[in-house]
């Protein structure tokens, strides 16, 4: 009894081991950072406040490669007040390996290596931007080892995102269309003064007009290309009439929507068109639209300085390709208007003459031809038909004309006198024969014409006295 006791004690004292030994060295008392390691997913469970008891207050900073010193204060209302922060996002869903505290080792060269390695957790929310970034020309130059090349946080900033799009019109709110080339400018800072100077930066950074095109609306947003290539020089009219064809832009300011019509109408469009499809690389020395108005400095068409209204100023334009043109040169462009009763009437004029003066001369002309074709072909079957009528009326000769011309033939025609065979002969005796009756039925004829003729002297009354 004793001893049974004792076993289910010394059991008991063991399973009460056991237990307290796997609590006391289970995961959930391990290092931090061998927890990160085993536990990917963000710890949804740690609050923004967790962070900010640490980050939110300044002092805390971290020591580099480099020995440059990393600042790790937070504005607590930077975050609060971005679009992340409205929307509830906690610290934790971007910064996903931090987990408890002491946080995992973190090894950068410099700030620059910190931003690129930190700028790979925005795919997790946004994986088809992300997508496009891929192709575009910072991301190439990223990978060929520029490390200043745009990334993520550079536009968008790491903890003051902006909304850019409206959520129920899914367009470009208008204060973004400012913010826009200010965020460029940071690494384009030449081209902004450019653009600020410009018929379209004067209108939309001084007069806030969201009708006039910034950075994305020609370069594009997260597939940048590459602006010095071929195919954006080919393809660089389809950019400007987006705007330009756009009559609901246009008419606000009495700006003609032919700008793609008439360019593509004339020699220089031709071209372009006709390379961008087939060979989209190649490259073509015909003028496209910045050529002659400029890229980033594009100024009013009055503009006294630069306005291609004022002759002398698009003469310097054309003078870059046609090196000897004179001062009447520019006078044969129309500009991007189509001729019509009020603008270059003359021209209009002179179209609509010969609109309906070459269909009318050539529609004559094939007229004629088609009367003259028709007349000759009429006049050939005609002929056709009267040669085979006198082919099918030759008839045999009648009895009367045939005796006549034996008769003929025998006065006039003597036989001469051959050597011929038994057959032959035979056949000349029956044509002889023949002659022979012939000539018997002629005498009898004419022995009863003579007969009938005395027989009407006879029958005749004499008169008296003779």
């Known amino acids: 009894m004793l001893v049974r006791r004792f076993a289910i004690y010394t059991l008991s004292g063991i399973f009460i081991l056991s237990i ?27 609050s923004d406040d967790t962070c900010l008891e640490c980050h939110g207050k300044p002092g805390p900073t971290y ?57 790979q957790t925005c795919q997790y929310c946004h994986s088809s931007q992300n997508e496009l970034t891929k192709d575009s020309v910072h991301a190439r130059a990223l990978e060929n080892g520029n490390s200043n090349a745009a990334i993520c946080v550079d536009c968008h900033t790491a903890h003051t995102v902006k909304r850019l799009i409206d959520p129920q019109t899914q367009e470009l709110l208008p204060e973004a269309r400012l913010w826009i080339p200010q965020t460029c400018a940071k ?64 008419d606000k300011y009495g700006i003609s929507t032919q700008v793609l019509n008439t360019y593509v109408a004339d020699f220089h469009g031709t071209s372009i068109l006709l390379f961008e499809p087939k060979t989209p690389d190649a490259q073509e020395n015909k003028p496209v639209c910045y050529d002659c108005h400029g890229v980033h400095d594009i100024k009013a068409v009055d503009d006294p300085e630069k306005g291609l209204q004022v002759k002398e100023n698009i003469l310097i334009r054309c003078q ?32 609509l003459f010969y609109k309906f003066f070459i269909p009318t001369v050539v529609g004559g002309m094939a007229v004629l031809v088609t009367l003259d074709f028709t007349t000759a072909r009429r006049k050939k079957r005609k002929a056709s038909k009267s ?22 033939e025998e006065i006039t025609v003597e036989e001469p006198t051959l050597e011929v065979t038994p057959t032959e002969e035979t056949a000349l005796d029956e044509s002889n024969n023949y002659n022979e009756r012939i000539k018997d039925i002629s005498e009898s004829q004419e022995l009863s014409q003579d007969t009938d003729l005395e027989s009407d002297y006879g029958n005749e009354e004499v008169p008296d006295g003779e």
């Open 387 to 408: 040669t085979g009528l006198e082919t099918a009326e030759v008839k045999p000769p009648t009895e009367e004309s045939t005796v006549e011309e034996t008769i003929v």
């Open 20 to 46: 307290f030994f796997i609590l006391a060295y289970s995961p959930s008392v391990i290092a931090a950072p061998n927890l990160q390691k085993e536990t990917p997913i963000p710890l949804l469970s740690i």
């Open 63 to 119: 020591q580099l490669q480099n020995g440059d010193t990393l600042d790790l204060y937070i504005n607590p209302n930077d975050h609060a007040n971005s679009v992340h922060g409205k929307l509830g996002y906690a610290c934790v869903q971007c910064h996903r390996d931090v987990g408890n505290y002491p946080h995992p080792p973190f090894i950068a060269k410099d700030r620059r290596d910190v931003s690129i390695q930190l700028n």
């Open 320 to 351: 870059v390709c046609h090196p000897d043109a004179n001062t009447n040169f520019p006078s044969a462009w129309l500009s991007h208007y189509i001729p019509s009763p009020t603008v270059y009437p003359v021209v209009y004029y002179i179209n």
């Open 187 to 250: 690494c384009h800072n030449e081209i902004y003064q450019k653009y600020q100077e410009s018929v379209h930066g004067s209108a939309l950074i001084g007069n806030g007009n969201p009708d006039v095109p910034t950075c994305i609306d020609c370069h594009g947003v997260h597939n940048i290309e590459d602006p010095t290539t071929a195919q954006f020089r080919l393809n660089s009219p389809q950019i400007c009439a987006k705007c330009h064809t756009d009559p609901e832009i246009m």
